[in-house]
């Protein structure tokens, strides 16, 4: 994978384009490995032994269950945050945001990610509880209009051949799209943009996308009425 062009900053322009792998793994895993590579594949004083392998095995069959362990213990304190902190109480953190607000989009399995200034300008706009977040921006449809506005937003960047921001429907940028829908300029407000000011932060590139994306449907809307 590459790092993303979004994420690019001024004193590390000159890594665009560069490939990396990125490995992932629980400490138990990783320990695992280790002995394997060591005592497998740098064998010190000869074949393993029935026993030594045998135990490799167990130790193999333990990671996975210490993995699916580690998963149950967040998923339970993510549910016991949602428990003792009811739907008025203030975000605490953009974590406690992510694990408040994942479950009104189901379908969306990263919506941690892109999370960081979403978070930022909701909090900055007076969106901090999840009642508001619903009760402002997760109205009727929503869930289908969100949708609708990504697929919207990606055809027109596509139709653009417009690399510099990159729309993804599995992440909060499902919450974003709603929240450019009905607070653009507020949202333009909060990062400011030009001359002086650096690389902009995504969700300024992701809005100025937005608001051309808009201008452009209302424009064609207008044409197709006086024809």
Request: net charge negative; proline share 3%; glycine share 6%.
């Amino acid at each position: 994978m590459g790092i993303k062009r979004d994420d690019l900053t001024e004193e590390n322009d000159n890594v665009e384009g560069l490939t990396c792998e990125i490995q992932v793994c629980s400490l138990l895993a990783h320990v695992w490995n280790e002995l394997e590579h060591d005592l497998i594949y740098k064998p010190m004083t000869g074949e393993l032994s029935a026993r030594e392998k045998e135990s490799l095995e167990l130790l193999g069959g333990n990671t996975v269950s210490g993995d699916l362990i580690i998963k149950q213990l967040f998923d339970a304190n993510e549910d016991r945050i949602k428990q003792s902190q009811d739907e008025s109480s203030t975000f605490s953190d953009v974590y406690d945001f992510v694990a408040r607000m994942r479950g009104a989009f189901p379908t969306c399995g990263k919506f941690g990610d892109n999370a960081g200034q979403l978070f930022e300008n909701l909090v900055s706009l007076g969106f901090d509880t999840p009642t508001k977040v619903r009760d402002q921006l997760l109205i009727a449809d929503y869930q289908t209009r969100s949708q609708a506005l990504l697929n919207q937003l990606q055809q027109h960047l596509s139709g653009k051949n417009d690399d510099t921001v990159s729309v993804e429907p599995e992440s909060s940028d499902a919450l974003l799209v709603l929240l450019l829908d009905s607070h653009l300029e507020s949202v333009f407000a909060n990062n400011p943009m030009g001359r002086g000011k650096g690389r902009p932060p995504r969700i300024a590139s992701f809005a100025s996308r937005f608001r051309t994306m808009k201008e452009l449907a209302a424009a064609n809307a207008s044409q197709s009425a006086t024809v």
